[in-house]
């Protein structure tokens, strides 16, 4: 085979991989996006604090975000925590401080099938709680918040810090 034949066929096999791949592009990007089972809350920092800040309310809550690795990782834990504690007040709460709007945060709750609530609140909890980084859990008891805990918690904290 010459040269100049090999040449052609390299280029014809890298055109109809550069086909394939912008076929699977298309596809993926037109496809039905996934269900909402457990639609994302938008809330004012002061309903927030109202809801979580409330004599009622016992529990974790979990300040984090979308784009956050460790949060990825730490939202399924929870909700077995949420499993674990079903019917005995004690709550478990995500709140997203993603800049912009609440649509990263619903696409995440969606692909980890979160079930328990999952509030947008935006930067302003950042500066309200004083949260250096994400994620950042939150021990609350009768609305008062008893410990903030930076960085990410073992899977087998959170239940030893909610019977604590």
């Known amino acids: 085979m010459t040269k100049e034949a090999a040449l052609k066929q390299v280029s014809r096999f890298l055109s109809h991989c550069a086909v394939a791949i912008f076929s699977l592009v298309v596809a993926t990007s037109c496809s039905d996006p996934q269900p909402v089972t457990n639609p994302v809350q938008t809330m004012s920092l002061q309903a927030l604090e109202d809801r979580i800040e ?22 399924p834990i929870l909700g077995k925590l949420q499993d674990a504690y079903k019917g ?10 993603d800049a912009d709007s609440p649509a990263a945060v619903q696409s995440l709750t969606n692909e980890l099938k979160i079930a328990y ?48």
């Open 117 to 164: 609530p999952v509030i947008w609140v935006g930067m302003e909890a950042v500066r309200r709680y004083k949260i250096s980084g994400v994620p950042t859990p939150l021990v609350i008891r009768n609305g008062v918040v008893e410990q903030k805990i930076p960085g990410s918690l073992a899977p087998n904290t959170p239940a030893a810090i909610i019977k604590n």
């Open 88 to 97: 005995q007040h004690i709550q478990i709460v995500a709140v997203s401080v």
């Open 54 to 75: 409330s004599r009622d309310f016992s529990g974790l809550v979990t300040i984090m975000a979308s784009w956050c690795p460790p949060c990825r990782k730490e939202l």
